[in-house]
């Protein structure tokens, strides 16, 4: 099993700039993938970007060039630097772990753009 607690989201302006944590229970070296996650009200949950446990990072095309993933190996943790936020990127952000064919996921954090 995985814990993953996220943090970083909140309210920013349109332009601005957001970055989440994910911090996992175990070392991310023993996870296949962690990823990020958003679901807009009425909307599906998307794939916002990932990081395979080799280092191959995934974007979605909404947010290629404006968010980065990153990762602390020695923190146990996967950051989603967000610039340039818009309107469209509000949504609950959750955090994914795979491990094996297993998903985890954790509770979620709001991040808000206003126009």
């Known amino acids: 099993q995985v814990q993953l607690v996220e943090s970083g989201g909140g309210l920013v302006q349109a332009g601005g700039s957001l970055r989440l944590s994910c911090a996992a229970s175990?070392?991310?070296?023993?996870?296949?993938?962690m990823g990020w996650y958003r679901q807009a009200p009425g909307k599906q949950r998307e794939l916002v970007a990932s990081?395979?446990?080799?280092?191959?990072?995934n974007y979605a095309d909404a947010v290629k060039v404006r968010f980065i993933i990153s990762r602390d190996i020695a923190k146990n943790t996967v950051y989603l630097q967000m610039n340039s936020l818009k309107p469209e990127d509000t949504a609950v952000y959750l955090c994914?772990?795979?491990?094996?064919?297993?998903?985890?996921w954790g509770q979620g954090t709001q991040v808000t753009v206003s126009s």
């Open positions: 994914n772990a795979l491990v094996g064919d297993r998903n985890y």
């Open positions: 990081i395979t446990v080799g280092g191959n990072r």
């Open positions: 175990r070392s991310i070296f023993s996870i296949n993938a």
